[in-house]
């Protein structure tokens, strides 16, 4: 079930893309939104759903498992209105400097007119969204570590549904009212992150959790939180970080550039989010539980297991988006506004952003470990490394390739951030049953080789039996594609004796904590 709302989610996130691709293209407006929702996302991916998920999820369930829900529910409320406080202030100040901190982040949209301005009014109406995404944020946790799944990974769907919807209705009618069109999909995000926080409030309040003005400070597990969180917002802020970097830069790369790069990573955050951030939601309270208990030998199963189920599920991806890029591309975006050149643009971004998939999710999965081992630290070094690769390979490839360098860089950052947190978290467990890893990546790559052959191939011929360039005919086009690949890939999984297949789909249907948790 699990799976089936992450599904659903991320499937709902691609019709929202392909909505506002078609509406906008990759144009002036789309340019201004981007950055425009990058500053309070930025801003969210670091506090409510980055570092503050990481520190809160292994002292809530320790507080559970130790203390019981009373004293639990106290220490949520304390944590939701002390992140409560600090939102606000945050979403005050950013509405006061919000033109230099828009002129800093996009200064050279101020040389096409209306560009930069546009950006300002944008960011100013999004930024309230913080402050409803904290509380959805903070529901998650509480909601993982109760072991309920399915509605917070159906809670991102809300914020889909609520662009796609205003979209449709608001877009033709802001003209009449004599405002931007792309005026509807701001206040769309406004909707998308109450209705992500209402969405989650029910389960809550079934398993007993009351909203109460608490606010301690001093609360010796708000304070742990704080300690873990603190470094995190470094630890685990490479991905956003790395994001910022390449808007900043895109900025300069013309008009197109940052909507080329935003739409190829939201391709890439499909695999990235159905499987590296299903596994990691899934792993982390089991070794949250584990970790409390200080058993070691059960955080490296449970560490190794999550981590060969990755790639099982992330080398195939990987692969597949390599060779069908293009199609992808095509089928999804090309329509409306969004064109041919957009279309060649976008695919290639999506090949080199697709090289540091495995990376982006062994970080997801191994990085909150550490939070729960309570050696944040030592995600903080791995982090600022991957940082600063990412920031010396962008300046220096972005002269020579321009966009597609930065795209480039951003996956050798995460490459590199993901392995050393493998090498340092095999230190700390003393093991984290390597030769197992090894087996396992071999049999799936050469799986995977034969799945990417056999799409590519297929999509080779049904080019030569279904030419042309409508809709249906690039659909059933891709989907042959797909579907043979992954036919191929099963086959030789079970040729090859891949394990990790069932155990990964299992993952997928919401089964991990039912079955052998490790």
Partial sequence: MTGAATLASRVLGLVREQVLAALFGAGNEMDAFIVAFRIPNLVRDLFAE?????????????????????????????????????TST???????????????????????????????RLTRIMLPFLIT?????????????????????????????????CAIVLVPVMPSLGLPRIMAIAAAVLLGGLGQTLVQWPSLAREGFRYSPVFNPGDKALREMVVLMGPGVVGLAATQVNIFVNTLLATSQGTGAVSWLTFAFRLVYLPLGLFGVSIATATLPAVSRHAAL??????????????????????????GLLVLARPIV?????????????????????????????GHSATRIVSPIFYALRQSQIAVAASLTAIAINIVL?????????????????????????????LLLGRRLQGIEGQRLAI????????????????????????????GV????????????????????????????????????????GQFTKNRDA
Avoid: Q
């Fill in 394 to 422: 962008s300046v220096s490839l972005a002269g020579s390739m321009g966009f597609r360098g930065l795209a480039l860089a951003t996956s050798i950052a995460a490459l590199a951030s993901g392995g050393l947190l493998v």
């Fill in 330 to 358: 095509e089928l999804l975006f090309e329509h409306g506004r969004f064109t041919a050149t957009d279309t060649e643009a976008t695919a290639t971004a999506l090949r080199l952003y697709a090289v540091g998939l495995i």
């Fill in 133 to 165: 995404v904290v509380v959805a944020a903070v529901a998650m946790g509480m909601l993982n570590s109760l072991h309920h799944y399915f509605v917070p990974a159906l809670s991102p769907a809300m914020f889909n549904v609520a662009t796609i919807v």
């Fill in 50 to 86: 980055g570092a503050m998920s990481a520190a809160f999820v292994p002292v809530f369930t320790r507080s559970l498992t130790l203390h019981g829900k009373p004293a639990t529910w106290r220490f949520g409320n304390n944590v939701l209105n002390t992140l409560l406080l600090v």
């Fill in 440 to 467: 396992v990546l071999t049999k799936v790559l050469a799986a995977a080789a034969a799945m990417a052959v056999a799409a590519w191939g297929i999509e080779y011929l049904m080019m030569g039996l279904l030419p």
């Fill in 470 to 509: 409508h809709i249906a005919i690039r659909g059933v086009r891709l989907l042959a594609a797909i579907g043979g690949g992954l036919f191929v890939l099963a086959l030789a999984a079970k040729m090859l004796h891949i394990d990790e297949l069932e155990d990964a789909l299992r993952v997928l249907g």
């Fill in 294 to 319: 200080d058993d070691l030998a059960k955080i490296r199963r449970t560490a190794a297991r999550g981590l060969c189920m990755m790639l099982m599920l992330n080398v195939p991806a990987t692969l």
């Fill in 90 to 120: 945050l979403v005050v100040a950013g509405l006061f400097f919000t033109r230099p901190l828009v002129s800093l982040y996009a200064g050279d949209y101020a040389s096409v007119p209306g560009k930069l301005e546009l950006t300002i």
